[in-house]
C-alpha cells in the first residue's frame, strides 16, 4: 500500500526536514531543497560565482580530508570564521563567500541542506538547491521537464532548522517562504497539480511577497543571526529573484544546470 504522506495525486508536492524528504522523495522525479538563511543561499551565491559546491553532511575531520583531496576550499562555521578577526574564510555565511576571491571549487558542511540532498538524490531524484534568489531560475527550469513529461513530478523540500533541546524539527518560516516561492513560480510557468501543501506554501509566500525583507529579519531564525552579527546574511537572502544559476547536484556536486 502506498504511503498517505507520499503525496502521489499530486504533481507537485512539498514535504518538511529529511522525514518529510524519505516519504517523497522516492516517487518524485525532481527534488528541490530548500534551506534559505543557510545552505542554498549560500549554494546560490557559489553558482554566481563560478564555483563548484562539495555538500558535507558533517563538519568534522573528513570535510577537510575531502576539500584536501579535490583541492577544494573548505566553508567553515559562520562562528568560527567571526571568531577570527584576521580570518578571510569562507564560512556558512553567504557574506564571506560573496567577498572572497579565487573560490572555484567549495566544501559546504551542513547538517541539514547537504543531508537532505543526498538523501533525495539516493532516492532515485534529481535533486536541485534553491532559495529566494533564485526561485524563478529554479521554477523555469523545472518547468521546461515537467511540461515536457506528463508522467514527471517534482518535491519542494523545506529543511526547516532543529530544536537545540531534542533535535526535532522545527518548520522555519524562511524556508516555508522559499519553498512557497518556487511554488509560486511554478504556478506562473503553467505548471498545475499542486498538493495542499504545496498550496499553502505558494499562499504563505504570496502573503509576504511585498514585504520579505521585513519578514526574515523579524523571524526567529533572522533574529537569531541577526544578534549574532550576521545581518548581512539575512540581507543575501531576501534578494528575490537576484540569481539566474539552477544548483544541479551531478554526481557528489552542485554544478550549474545548463
Not at 105 to 121: E, K, Q
Not at 136 to 157: M, Q
Not at 195 to 220: D, H, I, K, M, Q
Request: with cysteine; net charge negative; hydrophobic share 45%.
Amino acid at each position: 500500500m502506498a504511503s498517505p504522506y507520499a503525496q502521489l495525486d499530486h504533481r507537485v508536492r512539498l514535504e518538511w526536514g529529511p522525514v518529510g524528504a524519505a516519504e517523497t522523495g522516492p516517487d518524485s522525479t525532481y527534488a528541490v531543497v530548500v534551506d534559505v538563511l543557510s545552505f542554498t543561499t549560500t549554494l546560490s551565491v557559489a553558482m554566481d560565482l563560478g564555483a563548484e559546491v562539495l555538500p558535507y553532511r558533517w563538519r568534522d575531520d573528513g570535510a577537510a580530508e575531502l576539500a584536501r583531496a579535490r583541492g577544494a576550499t573548505l566553508a567553515v562555521g559562520r562562528l568560527e570564521a567571526a571568531a577570527d578577526l584576521a580570518s578571510d574564510a569562507v564560512s556558512l555565511s553567504p557574506a564571506t563567500l560573496r567577498e572572497s576571491s579565487g573560490v572555484e571549487r567549495l566544501v559546504l558542511p551542513s547538517p541539514n541542506g547537504s543531508a537532505i540532498s543526498f538523501a533525495l538524490a539516493s532516492g532515485g531524484a534529481q535533486v536541485v538547491g534553491a532559495c529566494l534568489r533564485n526561485r524563478s531560475a529554479v521554477a523555469a527550469w523545472l518547468a521546461t521537464r515537467l511540461l515536457a513529461d506528463p508522467d514527471a513530478t517534482v518535491v519542494v523540500v523545506a529543511a526547516g532548522e532543529r530544536w537545540a533541546a531534542d533535535d526535532s524539527l522545527r518548520p522555519a518560516l524562511e524556508d516555508l517562504l522559499g519553498a512557497g516561492a518556487v511554488v509560486s513560480a511554478l504556478g506562473a510557468a503553467r505548471v498545475a497539480g499542486w498538493s495542499p501543501e504545496a498550496s499553502a506554501a505558494a499562499y504563505t509566500f504570496e502573503a509576504f511577497r511585498g514585504s520579505l525583507s521585513e519578514a526574515l529579519r523579524s523571524c526567529s531564525s533572522g533574529q537569531e543571526l541577526i544578534g549574532r552579527g550576521f545581518g548581512s546574511d539575512v540581507d543575501i537572502a531576501a534578494e528575490l529573484d537576484s540569481s539566474p544559476h539552477v544548483p544541479l547536484l551531478h554526481g557528489d556536486a552542485f554544478i550549474r544546470a545548463q
